[in-house]
């Protein structure tokens, strides 16, 4: 059950990055890491996502 990056489009046009793992078979969120207007954002974002 390793956490997995997901990126979703929000309303707003942002894009969110959260993590998440599987569990028997289904997706389970674990948190929001938070939301990114722009791409710098965004991969800073990513690299805190991976370092949880």
Do not use: N
């Amino acid at each position: 059950m390793s956490p997995h990056i997901r990126t979703v489009k929000t309303a707003s046009g942002a894009r969110a990055v959260q993590i998440e793992y599987s569990k028997k078979g289904g997706r389970r969120e674990m948190g929001h890491v938070g939301s990114a207007h722009t791409d710098a954002e965004y991969e800073l974002l990513v690299a805190a996502a991976r370092q949880q």
